[in-house]
């Protein structure tokens, strides 16, 4: 760790000492374009670290978006139309349906048939309040 930072603050200073030393060349004081030149590349790198940041966030949702697509799939086991023999596939309730049969080769659609049913309460368990009733009523134990 800090040898990478020594390493990345010699190669800004050996640049912007390249730098200066070349401009002075020009009546430009070497003091002056040594700092604006490693200000300039501090800038620079802080930009490309900002752009691979971004870059790697809009990969990681990407690859969350895909992740949360594979987990919406539900699998089922169905036969072939063909030859029966037993698959299990990804179903996904949104779209259309299809596998290729691993036995004959072909493909099979598959359909999503919706059922309903009426939602009920389940029945009390009446145990416990015959036990209290009847230990109130004093039955010998
Ligand atoms: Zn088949």
Same mark, same amino acid.
């Given at each position: 760790m800090l040898q990478s930072l020594v390493r990345s603050v010699g190669i800004t200073c050996t640049v912007?000492?390249? !730098?200066?030393? /070349? $401009?002075?060349?020009?009546?430009?004081?070497? !003091?002056?374009? /040594? $700092?604006?030149?490693?200000?300039?590349?501090f800038i620079v790198w802080y930009l490309i670290g900002y752009a691979n940041e971004a870059k790697t966030n809009a990969i990681n949702r990407e690859l969350e978006a895909d992740m949360y697509k594979e987990f919406s799939k539900q699998f089922s086991e169905v036969n072939c139309a063909f030859c029966s023999t037993k698959s299990n596939i990804p179903i996904v309730i949104t779209g259309n349906n299809e596998f290729e049969c691993s036995n004959c080769g072909k493909r099979t659609a598959v359909y999503v048939n919706l059922e309903v049913a009426q939602t009920t309460t389940a029945v009390e368990d009446p145990t416990d309040r015959i036990i209290e009733k009847l230990t109130e009523d004093g039955i010998p134990r």
């Amino acid at each position: 760790m800090l040898q990478s930072l020594v390493r990345s603050v010699g190669i800004t200073c050996t640049v912007s000492a390249i !730098v200066a030393y /070349f $401009l002075t060349h020009f009546q430009i004081i070497f !003091v002056k374009s /040594f $700092l604006l030149t490693t200000l300039l590349q501090f800038i620079v790198w802080y930009l490309i670290g900002y752009a691979n940041e971004a870059k790697t966030n809009a990969i990681n949702r990407e690859l969350e978006a895909d992740m949360y697509k594979e987990f919406s799939k539900q699998f089922s086991e169905v036969n072939c139309a063909f030859c029966s023999t037993k698959s299990n596939i990804p179903i996904v309730i949104t779209g259309n349906n299809e596998f290729e049969c691993s036995n004959c080769g072909k493909r099979t659609a598959v359909y999503v048939n919706l059922e309903v049913a009426q939602t009920t309460t389940a029945v009390e368990d009446p145990t416990d309040r015959i036990i209290e009733k009847l230990t109130e009523d004093g039955i010998p134990r």
